[in-house]
Nanobody, 127 residues
Framework: QVQLVESGGGLVQAGGSLRLSCAAS????????MGWFRQAPGKEREFVAA????????RYADSVKGRFTISRDNTKNTVYLQMNSLNPEDTAVYYC????????????????????WGQGTQVTVSS
């Protein structure tokens, strides 16, 4: 099991930016594909972005494509989500998740692929 701790959430005005971080511990980070998900009030949790073990492949939800960037630093056991051009529809609790994978270059977009989750960090975008 890998432990995940998100940080970097907060309140930002529409059009602004935030960078979320997710620090992993407990297992070899480079063995895990990573993902970001979010859950808005009254809605189900949804996929945001994913990155492969090696960081060479990424996948994004259509709603964030071109605005959000996922990246990872395997030397720091950390995955990031750079969020630009934020709008109120991005308001949600953001979760990072880890998937132990034998595939080096596969990002995973399904929530059911992930077995380890962080506690979440709140992102609020005001209009």
């Amino acid at each position: 099991q890998v432990q995940l701790v998100e940080s970097g959430g907060g309140l930002v005005q529409a059009g602004g930016s935030l960078r979320l971080s997710c620090a992993a511990s407990g297992r070899t980070f480079s063995n895990y594909a990573m993902g970001w998900f979010r859950q808005a009030p009254g809605k189900e949790r949804e996929f945001v972005a994913a990155i492969s073990r090696g960081g060479d492949a990424t996948r994004y939800a259509d709603s964030v494509k071109g605005r959000f960037t996922i990246s990872r630093d395997n030397t720091k056991n950390t995955v990031y989500l750079q969020m630009n051009s934020l709008n109120p529809e991005d308001t949600a609790v953001y979760y990072c998740a880890a998937h132990w994978s034998i595939y080096f270059s596969e990002p995973y977009a399904q929530e059911s692929d992930y077995g380890d989750w962080g506690q979440g960090t709140q992102v609020t975008v005001s209009s």
